[in-house]
């Protein structure tokens, strides 16, 4: 069975999680998780072993090793083969080789090609480009794949030049050419459809956390869910349906769309626009998905939504969304009462440099606690678009003034040699500053290896300083 678990709230969520994993009592059955992130799965352990006393043998993976797992198990053709060879990064090389033997392919990859600059780096920046958008393609768009595989490609646009160059790709390949994404997927639907289930299934598929989830892995978890329990868990913001809600912005275009093609003019009617606009405007991918969900007919539905307490702003915020009301009130000409929205529960900071940011995040952190000595510090959890440009910001000014942690960060993050490495290999791509050119003398095995000591260091900068170098 196929269940789904609609929440606007994540502790909800974990303890219907933790209470439908309580009969998993052989230690050898792996509890199967799938997870956005790994930080989630390592989240998802701690609420069981704070549920049950334990959490022990639970399998947190990505969604796309979970089904190379199951196509490795379903399909035969498969089970000799470790790695995709439509991997991208492989995929960047061999399009670089078909691109590099036939630059006329098309007269706007040749324009590319032929323009200013290193050719060998033009090639092989479009040549990644390509390899992503395939990678996209046999995610999102998989019938397109499979039509151009069978020559079946339209002929019109930059598809007629992208069929052909898969098509060739695909000679290239030769005998695994048949591994890509959209062929595996086809094939492994054909098989459950038919009952032919792997052995050594998990007796239940945990989905936690998902943000969105392309089509193709839906039906597969709608396939498996014939033979097993597979249970989506969704933090839903809005108990009610908010499918058909439109920001000010897609509208806008929409209606200008409209005019262009000389088709009947938007009407108010057309697009419900209620509810706080954040939802319709920071809530796409979510809709989309939660529309994925509600369209599949095998789905049973557990919802567990709770209003908060509405005591200050940010929760009057969440109420709005989650009762799909603004400021308190529904409709087209609803106003919200920005009088009752005055407290430090939402804030805006603009800092002129990422260290003023964590200097100010340091800072509120630190009035936080003072003003509610019950926060813990584990129950704070600060986030960020890219973790590694902030790190060393977070070391410097954390550092013996309370405990933290920085999570997510891959090896080469954490290792400052691989780093300065990959900075030196970069520089023909981008300028350093005076800082960055310090931050590279700075770590050990460079200043070892130039025999500086910190009276050099220190020398060095302010030779730059006074010299008024910037670049």
Known sequence: MLNLFQSNQMTELSTAFCERNDTFDDPFDSL????QSFGIGQWLKLQLANHWGISSNVDCILPATFLWRLYQQVLPATKSVTNSPFDRARLTFRVMHILKAQPNLSSEVMAYLQGPGDPDLRLYQLSDEIASLFDEYL???PTWMLDWENGQATQQGHAKWQ???WQQLLE???????LHRAALHRDTLIELKAGRFPSGLPRRISVFGLSTMPPMQLQTFEALAEQIDVDIFFLNPCQHYWGDIISQKDK????????NDHTDRLIEEDYLEVGNPLLSSWGKQGREYLELLLDSVSAQSHESFTEHSSASALDYVKNDILNLTYGGDFGLDATPNLGMLIDSSLQIHACHSRLREVEVLHDQIKHAITQQPDIALHEIIVMMPSIADYAPFIQSVFTGSMPFRIADQSPIEQGSIVTSFLTLLNLSNVRLTATEVMDLLEVPAIHRHFELNAGDLETISYWIAHSGIRW
Not at 172 to 178: A, L, M, V, W
Not at 252 to 259: E, G, H, W
Request: proline letters at 0%; zero cysteines; aromatic letters at 4%.
């Open 163 to 165: 069929a052909k160059l």
């Open 252 to 259: 806008a275009k929409r209606s200008i769309r409209s005019l």
């Open 172 to 178: 290239d390949i030769g005998i695994n050419k048949t």
């Open 32 to 35: 199967t998780v799938i997870i």
């Open 139 to 141: 995610m999102y768009r």
